[in-house]
């Protein structure tokens, strides 16, 4: 469940820093809206078309 997610987030993040491997924290994004729930698809997984207008905002702040 959650607590899983949230484990597995925190060992990518952590490997990839130690591997100095750049990564995208998308878990840690979407947690950060208000309410990302209006940005995720009906299955609960994928992100919906206001969802990925977050990611592709939040990538270009990053990597431009």
């Known amino acids: 469940g959650s607590?899983?997610?949230k484990e597995t987030a925190y060992v990518a993040l952590k490997t990839a820093n130690e591997a100095n491997c750049p990564i995208f924290d998308l878990r840690g994004l979407f947690?950060?809206?208000?309410?990302?729930?209006d940005?995720?698809?009906r299955d609960g997984i994928h992100p919906n078309e206001a969802g990925y207008a977050v990611i592709r905002e939040a990538a270009l702040k990053r990597w431009h």
Do not use: G, K, T
């Open 3 to 5: 607590e899983m997610c």
């Open 31 to 37: 947690l950060d809206q208000r309410d990302f729930r």
């Open 39 to 41: 940005m995720m698809s």
